[in-house]
Nanobody, 116 residues
């Protein structure tokens, strides 16, 4: 079973950028769909980006045009490039597969804080 570890979070001013990484313990080449989610304390996790095995990406309107999801199969790593950050983007960010998310299995996440 593939294990995922998020990194790259930090404190940034509104309008700034961050690049999050999701390192996998095994190959991600055979995973159908991988996703990024975010969660504010007391709130349900929110979907922010997805990438399918064929390279197709998806984003909700809240981040479309500002966030970009990508993956490097050779490095077993997925990325989330976040530009034009807003204070409302502040949250703990998690990467996952759709299979693990359906079973409510999550890693530690990485904190992103955007100051105004």
């Amino acid at each position: 079973q593939v294990q995922l570890v998020e990194s790259g979070g930090g404190l940034v001013q509104a309008g700034g950028s961050l690049r999050l990484s999701c390192a996998a313990s095994g190959s991600i080449g055979s995973i159908d769909t991988m996703l990024w989610y975010r969660q504010v304390s007391g709130k349900q996790r929110e979907y922010v980006a997805s990438i399918n095995s064929d390279g197709t990406t998806g984003y909700p309107d809240s981040v479309k045009g500002r966030f970009t999801i990508s993956r490097d199969i050779a490095k077993n790593t997925m990325y989330l490039q976040m530009d034009s950050l807003k204070p409302e983007d502040t949250a703990v960010y998690y990467c996952n597969t759709i299979w693990e998310a359906m079973r409510d299995r999550w890693g530690q996440g990485t904190q992103v804080t955007v100051s105004s």
